[in-house]
């Protein structure tokens, strides 16, 4: 009888227990810098574009936390705003191909035949190519913009969704959940949208917490560039190609937004490990 007691109880523990420390760390890291992002008119007063001849290349100070650039711009300010444009682009940018990848991955790996076939050679030239390569060269082509990264990271991007979640999809649609619906005559739009893309998706959402950071990546080599978000817009990429032919004198305005890059990238990939942690324990 107490082991029939006890039995609920531990499987409630391992249901409720404390989340992987990745995820903490990760969720607090991403969690602050989005805020930052979001509420960045709250935390400093200065226009991010605004230039101010009479105080150039000036060092930290009470009005200037993290100084000025050499137009006089306030390094802080830029710095935050720079965050709110690189991460909403970042954001967006993901979500075409995370939807367009997930729903084709699932139909080839589920129906299988010419579909299949065709998903995967269009992979396998895709990923013959290194990914930063193939997006700079379409902005390249399709010229400065965020349309233009939008549509340069979508074409790439999707091809790794479409592998993963078809994979995932062949193993689940041998599963009797499936073969259950299959007998009850449910049609094939229901049983994937239904039935397995809630069972597999959850491995495109891990995998999305990395391919933000690579589309991150993309959007500050763009800037970096000169062919990514057109300036006077702030851009942690542009930050860091203005600031460097100050580097000997003034290191900090390059040195800094590549410093936000990596916490960045830093905690978008502890929240993928814990989120995989965490699924995977389940």
Do not use: C
Request: hydrophobic fraction near 50%.
């Amino acid at each position: 009888m107490t082991d029939l007691v006890a039995a609920p109880e531990r499987s409630y523990r391992r249901k409720f227990r404390r989340p992987p420390t990745t995820l903490i760390v990760g969720a607090s890291i991403v969690a602050v810098i989005v805020l930052l992002a979001i509420f960045a008119p709250l935390v400093t007063s200065y226009n991010p574009t605004t230039i101010n001849l009479l105080a150039p290349l000036q060092g930290p100070s009470a009005a200037h936390w993290l100084g000025t650039d050499q137009l006089g711009r306030d390094i802080w300010t830029r710095l935050v705003y720079g965050a709110r444009t690189d991460l909403s682009v970042a954001f967006i940018a993901v979500l075409a191909p995370f939807s367009v990848g997930t729903v084709l991955g699932a139909f080839a790996g589920y129906l299988g035949g010419w579909l299949d076939n065709l998903i995967m050679r269009i992979a396998d030239v895709v990923v013959a190519f290194p990914f930063y390569v193939l997006v700079i060269l379409l902005v390249f082509l399709l010229g400065p913009g965020t349309s233009s990264i939008y549509i340069a990271i979508s074409v790439v991007s999707w091809i790794s969704y479409a592998r993963i979640i078809r994979g995932s999809t062949l193993v689940a649609k041998n599963q009797e959940y499936v073969l259950a619906a299959q007998l009850q005559g449910f049609s094939t739009l229901r049983i994937i949208l239904r039935h397995i893309l809630p069972n597999v998706i959850s491995q495109a959402i891990v995998f999305a917490m990395s391919d933000i950071v690579n589309d991150i990546l993309a959007i500050v080599t763009l800037g970096y560039l000169g062919l990514g978000i057109p300036p006077p817009a702030p851009d942690w990429g542009e930050m860091m190609a203005s600031g460097q032919q100050f580097l000997t004198t003034h290191w900090e305005l390059s040195t800094i937004p590549g410093i936000a890059v990596v916490i960045t990238g830093l905690g978008l990939s502890l929240l993928g490990d814990g989120l995989n942690e965490l699924l995977g324990r389940n």
